[in-house]
Structures are given as structure tokens and as C-alpha cells.
């Protein structure tokens, strides 16, 4: 599986995000993307290394990464090659079982709204 | 690919990131593979819990990738329910890279006692054990078709394989795959292509630091497993003024690239080298030894120099033993596993008999040389004891045997022989 990062202008969000994380927090989130681009999604599904999708989002899924903290990067399955492709929408973390920051889900919704609309709106996924 | 790894590499130079990384991996390879192995068993979660005595949530939540708290004996029981065994051991971090390279659910199976080769289903019964079988479902759409050269470089890497990779070398099993095909089978030219394009591919052949499978040693293995005239180019290119030329290679890949370069001989190119190696040890650039050499003189092509073989064994046999006491005695014995060798090696060669009375003609003067030793060495009784003492296991043995073979002399013949006879010229 190949996966994307959105992108802002120039700023790769999901980057940005990650390089802010603790080094073990980092370590656990690029095992669980190594693992994500080796399993097929129903196999991603099976082993709860991805929830969802997230109600009332439509196609928002959750990555599952545990570390010193619960890291939960939004992602969608494509949205250009479904099968085979992951994009990673928005960093965000869980804490009492509500995402953090508020209002990420919206923003994940939004940003693939973007990507969909605009390839260029995503790069390839850059290693924090 | 490369790039992966080498990033991965780099990540884990750190040791607070690299121990984090570990714990994440480990904790996702077993929630995978107990999923992998209860599917490939065709049971259900709750199927698997029901034989180790538990609830069908215990083994939702131990195949979850971020679970953290096992238990070895949990771990243990289920094992055995999936009728597999539980390997705890320690690692380098090296295979902590290769392990996190090959990751994928196939790799991750392993084979029920009643289908693991090494218990059934051998060749000897009639059947394709399943690796092989396995190992030919994926290698020959990939060899029919134009993909690249890394799936063949991550197999013989021992990468993307499920269990059996770890019995035998890689190369073994994908060798297989295609040695149980007819001799006239197109995979054989095929693999032959790839292993060589791959070759061409890898820079200098030479391996990375730790690898546990070096893709050149895998590459030399197919090679000398599929002689082919395509092959013998290659080899030759790379030892004449190649990169291997003169290099002091890494033993795993010296000794692959030898067995490569003797088995894949179309002419008598090496013949003179192989007789340098077995008169002066070694050679200005070839990295051989004397039994490499022998190797070599029995695979020249079209025929092998039979005649040769036994005047370069007697010759370093000579250099090596003939100063011994038992040296005579060794020599002997060596021409007669030559024989058997011999025999063993050209069972079905049109000119075997012809090779054997060439030998003959060696070996003649084996029985005279061991008969003037034993009057020599061990005439008596006190002799005979003395040496016995002072042998180890090997030498032991042969003496034993020698000493049935010649009973004790008489007073009279010890005096026909003076002192420790000249080995006759050959």
C-alpha cells in the first residue's frame, strides 16, 4: 500500500505533526505505517491497527499507535486509488476516548474533501 | 525498497528509538501471526479461545497490533492449540531490520506438523513437499513475467518466505522449485537469466555487513545448482578482472562463488590453475584451496582429467603426509576413496571405465608402499601398541584396519627393509 500526506502550500502537515511527537511516540507511529503499507485493509481492520470509519465522517478512518500516548492519525483508504493507497489527513491523538485536538475530525473531513478535489494537495509520505 | 531499509537503518541508530521500535514490532508480529496461523488453520476466534479454555474476547484483544501485556504461558497454550511451537530468543538488532523488510501475513504461517517437510511429504514419498510447491506458486507467474529483479533479490535474502526459509538457505528451496522440473523446462533458462541480471544489478557483489543471507551467496548457489554455458560467461568475467578478482571475500561467498565457477566449467580453461592450486597451495588471484582444486579438475568440461586429478592428489598428499610416519599410510587410503569417489561422482560418465583404469594406474602401488611401511613402522607387537597409543580417533582407525590387513611380519622380512620407502614416481 502507498501512502500520502496531505499538504497545506508547501507545509506537509502530517510531517510537521510528527516531528513534534516524543522520539518513542515517532518510533511507535512509523512501526504502525511500515505494518499499514504491508497488510491489506481488511488484514489492517482485523488486527485493530485501523478503527473505523469514524461515524458520521463517511470515510475517516483512525490509525491505532501507542506510545507515551494514544496517537490516532486520521487517514482515508485512497481517495484517488482506493485499493492501494492510504492518505493521511490530519495528526491527532485520543484521550478519555474523545480525539484531541477538538474539532480534528472535521478538519480530516475537510482536508480529504481537498485532496479529492486537487492531487496535488497530497505528497508522498515523509518519514518524521 | 532499499530506501526503506536504509532509512530504517538510520532510525535505528538511535537507542531510545530503536528500543521503542522493537517493542511496537514485537507486540504486531505476534498479534499477527496468531491471527495468521488461526486462518491458515481455518479456525475463528472463538474456535482457538474454546481450545485454550477461554472467551472469544481474550483473542480479540491478543490480536490487536498495539497489545502490550503477553504472558508467556498464554503464549504457550496457544501455540499449541494452533499445533505450532513458541521460540523465545534474544536478537540482533540487525534482524530486527531484516524481520521489519520482510513483514507480511504469508511469512508469518507456519506449517502444521503433518505438513512440515521436514516430518512428511518428502520427495522420497512421491511428493512436492509443500515449500516447494509453495515456492514454485510464486516463482514461476514472476519468472513468466517482466518485473523487476527485487522479488528474486528479497527471496534469496530470505525475505517474503514463510517458515520453511529457515531450516535451509533460501536459494535452496527456490532451486528446488525448478530443479523438479524436466530438464528441458524453460524456468531453468529463465532463472539462470534473472539470478545473472540481478547480479549485474548488485554493486560488486559484494554482501552487506550481517547479513544473514548475502544475495550474492545466493546468486553463486543457483548458479552452481543450473550450469549453463550464459553462466560460465558471467563467472568468468568476474573472476578474470572482475570485482571479486584478488578480493578477500567473506567465506560464505568465496566458497558459493567457487562452487559456481567449478560447476558451471564448458572447457578446460581452469585446468592449469587448478593444477598451480594443488602443487603450491594457492593462487595469485583465485581464492582456492587445494580441495577447491580437486573440485575443479573433477568438473572439467567435456570430460574430466581423471589423470590429473589422481597425479595432483598423490602430489599433495606427498607434500602433506610423506614426511609422517603415516604418511604412506594416509596416501593409500586417500586413492582409495579417490576410487570410490571416483565411481560415486561418474556413475553414469560414457568413459567412466576409462577414467577408472587411468586411476588404476595411480593406485597401484598403494598396497606395495603400505606393505614396505608396516616393516618399517610396526613390525612388532611393541611397535604396533606404540603407535595405536599415540593415534588419535581418525588415525586410529586406519591403523586398526591396516594392521588386520598385514599381519606381523616375520624377523626376516623386517631386515629386507632398511628405512621408509621412496614413493614411487608418477
Same mark, same amino acid.
Given at each position: 500500500?502507498?501512502?500520502?500526506?496531505?499538504?497545506?502550500?508547501?507545509?506537509?502537515?502530517?510531517?510537521?505533526?510528527?516531528?513534534?511527537?516524543?522520539?518513542?511516540?515517532?518510533?511507535?507511529?512509523?512501526?504502525?505505517?511500515?505494518?499499514?503499507?504491508?497488510?491489506?485493509?481488511?488484514?489492517?481492520? *482485523?488486527? +485493530?491497527? @485501523?478503527?473505523?470509519?469514524?461515524?458520521?465522517? #463517511?470515510?475517516?478512518? &483512525?490509525?491505532?499507535?501507542?506510545?507515551? =500516548?494514544?496517537?490516532?492519525?486520521?487517514?482515508?483508504?485512497?481517495?484517488?486509488?482506493?485499493?492501494?493507497?492510504?492518505?493521511?489527513?490530519? *495528526?491527532? +491523538?485520543? @484521550?478519555?476516548?474523545?480525539?484531541?485536538?477538538? #474539532?480534528?475530525?472535521? &478538519?480530516?473531513?475537510?482536508?480529504?474533501? =481537498?485532496?479529492?478535489?486537487?492531487?496535488?494537495?497530497?505528497?508522498?509520505?515523509?518519514?518524521? | 525498497?532499499?530506501?526503506?531499509?536504509?532509512?530504517?537503518?538510520?532510525?535505528?541508530?538511535?537507542?531510545?528509538?530503536?528500543?521503542?521500535?522493537?517493542?511496537?514490532?514485537?507486540?504486531?508480529?505476534?498479534?499477527?501471526?496468531?491471527?495468521?496461523?488461526?486462518?491458515?488453520?481455518?479456525?475463528?476466534?472463538?474456535?482457538?479461545?474454546?481450545?485454550?479454555?477461554?472467551?472469544?474476547?481474550?483473542?480479540?484483544?491478543?490480536?490487536?497490533?498495539?497489545?502490550?501485556?503477553?504472558?508467556?504461558?498464554?503464549?504457550?497454550?496457544?501455540?499449541?492449540?494452533?499445533?505450532?511451537?513458541?521460540?523465545?530468543?534474544?536478537?540482533?538488532?540487525?534482524?530486527?531490520?531484516?524481520?521489519?523488510?520482510?513483514?507480511?501475513?504469508?511469512?508469518?504461517?507456519?506449517?502444521?506438523?503433518?505438513?512440515?517437510?521436514?516430518?512428511?511429504?518428502?520427495?522420497?514419498?512421491?511428493?512436492?513437499?509443500?515449500?516447494?510447491?509453495?515456492?514454485?506458486?510464486?516463482?514461476?507467474?514472476?519468472?513468466?513475467?517482466?518485473?523487476?529483479?527485487?522479488?528474486?533479490?528479497?527471496?534469496?535474502?530470505?525475505?517474503?518466505?514463510?517458515?520453511?526459509?529457515?531450516?535451509?538457505?533460501?536459494?535452496?528451496?527456490?532451486?528446488?522449485?525448478?530443479?523438479?522440473?524436466?530438464?528441458?523446462?524453460?524456468?531453468?533458462?529463465?532463472?539462470?537469466?534473472?539470478?545473472?541480471?540481478?547480479?549485474?544489478?548488485?554493486?560488486?557483489?559484494?554482501?552487506?555487513?550481517?547479513?544473514?543471507?548475502?544475495?550474492?551467496?545466493?546468486?553463486?548457489?543457483?548458479?552452481?545448482?543450473?550450469?549453463?554455458?550464459?553462466?560460465?560467461?558471467?563467472?568468468?568475467?568476474?573472476?578474470?578482472?572482475?570485482?571479486?578478482?584478488?578480493?578477500?571475500?567473506?567465506?560464505?561467498?568465496?566458497?558459493?562463488?567457487?562452487?559456481?565457477?567449478?560447476?558451471?566449467?564448458?572447457?578446460?580453461?581452469?585446468?592449469?590453475?587448478?593444477?598451480?592450486?594443488?602443487?603450491?597451495?594457492?593462487?595469485?588471484?583465485?581464492?582456492?584451496?587445494?580441495?577447491?582444486?580437486?573440485?575443479?579438475?573433477?568438473?572439467?568440461?567435456?570430460?574430466?582429467?581423471?589423470?590429473?586429478?589422481?597425479?595432483?592428489?598423490?602430489?599433495?598428499?606427498?607434500?602433506?603426509?610423506?614426511?609422517?610416519?603415516?604418511?604412506?599410510?594416509?596416501?593409500?587410503?586417500?586413492?582409495?576413496?579417490?576410487?570410490?569417489?571416483?565411481?560415486?561422482?561418474?556413475?553414469?560418465?560414457?568413459?567412466?571405465?576409462?577414467?577408472?583404469?587411468?586411476?588404476?594406474?595411480?593406485?597401484?602401488?598403494?598396497?606395495?608402499?603400505?606393505?614396505?611401511?608396516?616393516?618399517?613402522?610396526?613390525?612388532?607387537?611393541?611397535?604396533?601398541?606404540?603407535?595405536?597409543?599415540?593415534?588419535?580417533?581418525?588415525?586410529?582407525?586406519?591403523?586398526?584396519?591396516?594392521?588386520?590387513?598385514?599381519?606381523?611380519?616375520?624377523?626376516?622380512?623386517?631386515?629386507?627393509?632398511?628405512?621408509?620407502?621412496?614413493?614411487?614416481?608418477?
Amino acid at each position: 500500500m502507498e501512502l500520502w500526506d496531505f499538504r497545506n502550500g508547501d507545509r506537509n502537515e502530517i510531517f510537521a505533526w510528527a516531528q513534534r511527537l516524543s522520539k518513542r511516540d515517532r518510533a511507535a507511529l512509523n512501526q504502525k505505517l511500515d505494518l499499514l503499507e504491508r497488510l491489506d485493509f481488511e488484514q489492517a481492520i *482485523g488486527l +485493530k491497527l @485501523l478503527a473505523g470509519p469514524i461515524q458520521h465522517s #463517511g470515510h475517516i478512518l &483512525k490509525l491505532r499507535a501507542s506510545g507515551d =500516548h494514544a496517537l490516532r492519525p486520521l487517514l482515508c483508504r485512497g481517495p484517488h486509488v482506493p485499493l492501494h493507497e492510504y492518505t493521511l489527513l490530519k *495528526g491527532a +491523538k485520543e @484521550l478519555d476516548r474523545k480525539l484531541e485536538p477538538p #474539532g480534528v475530525l472535521d &478538519k480530516a473531513i475537510e482536508n480529504r474533501s =481537498h485532496v479529492r478535489k486537487d492531487k496535488e494537495r497530497r505528497v508522498k509520505h515523509e518519514r518524521a | 525498497m532499499k530506501e526503506r531499509r536504509s532509512r530504517l537503518i538510520d532510525e535505528l541508530r538511535d537507542k531510545e528509538y530503536r528500543e521503542a521500535y522493537a517493542d511496537q514490532h514485537v507486540n504486531a508480529l505476534l498479534a499477527a501471526q496468531i491471527s495468521a496461523i488461526r486462518e491458515q488453520r481455518g479456525l475463528t476466534q472463538a474456535g482457538l479461545a474454546e481450545r485454550i479454555k477461554k472467551q472469544q474476547p481474550a483473542i480479540s484483544r491478543i490480536e490487536n497490533v498495539n497489545y502490550a501485556r503477553w504472558n508467556i504461558q498464554t503464549l504457550r497454550e496457544v501455540a499449541n492449540a494452533l499445533g505450532c511451537w513458541l521460540d523465545i530468543r534474544f536478537q540482533s538488532w540487525g534482524q530486527l531490520v531484516d524481520d521489519a523488510d520482510s513483514y507480511s501475513m504469508e511469512t508469518l504461517r507456519r506449517d502444521r506438523l503433518e505438513d512440515d517437510p521436514v516430518f512428511f511429504g518428502s520427495q522420497a514419498q512421491g511428493q512436492v513437499p509443500e515449500p516447494v510447491r509453495w515456492m514454485q506458486k510464486q516463482l514461476f507467474p514472476w519468472l513468466l513475467s517482466n518485473h523487476d529483479n527485487d522479488q528474486l533479490s528479497r527471496w534469496l535474502r530470505g525475505l517474503d518466505l514463510p517458515s520453511f526459509g529457515d531450516a535451509e538457505p533460501p536459494f535452496v528451496w527456490i532451486g528446488r522449485a525448478v530443479e523438479v522440473e524436466p530438464e528441458d523446462s524453460p524456468y531453468r533458462s529463465l532463472l539462470i537469466d534473472r539470478a545473472l541480471g540481478l547480479f549485474s544489478e548488485i554493486e560488486h557483489g559484494v554482501p552487506r555487513p550481517g547479513e544473514q543471507n548475502p544475495l550474492p551467496v545466493g546468486i553463486f548457489n543457483l548458479l552452481a545448482m543450473f550450469p549453463s554455458v550464459k553462466g560460465w560467461q558471467k563467472l568468468n568475467e568476474i573472476y578474470q578482472d572482475g570485482p571479486l578478482s584478488g578480493m578477500m571475500l567473506p567465506a560464505p561467498v568465496q566458497s558459493a562463488f567457487l562452487s559456481a565457477l567449478i560447476r558451471n566449467q564448458v572447457d578446460r580453461k581452469l585446468e592449469s590453475t587448478w593444477l598451480t592450486i594443488i602443487r603450491e597451495g594457492k593462487h595469485d588471484w583465485l581464492p582456492a584451496n587445494e580441495f577447491d582444486a580437486f573440485e575443479g579438475l573433477k568438473w572439467l568440461s567435456p570430460r574430466p582429467r581423471i589423470d590429473a586429478i589422481a597425479k595432483g592428489l598423490r602430489e599433495m598428499y606427498m607434500s602433506q603426509y610423506g614426511r609422517s610416519k603415516l604418511g604412506a599410510v594416509k596416501l593409500a587410503a586417500t586413492f582409495g576413496s579417490l576410487m570410490e569417489d571416483v565411481k560415486h561422482t561418474f556413475k553414469n560418465h560414457p568413459s567412466l571405465d576409462e577414467m577408472l583404469w587411468k586411476a588404476g594406474q595411480r593406485i597401484d602401488w598403494d598396497e606395495t608402499i603400505v606393505a614396505a611401511w608396516v616393516k618399517v613402522f610396526a613390525a612388532s607387537e611393541e611397535d604396533r601398541t606404540r603407535l595405536l597409543e599415540g593415534a588419535d580417533e581418525s588415525d586410529s582407525r586406519l591403523l586398526t584396519s591396516v594392521f588386520g590387513a598385514f599381519p606381523l611380519a616375520s624377523p626376516a622380512d623386517v631386515q629386507t627393509v632398511a628405512s621408509e620407502p621412496e614413493l614411487a614416481p608418477v
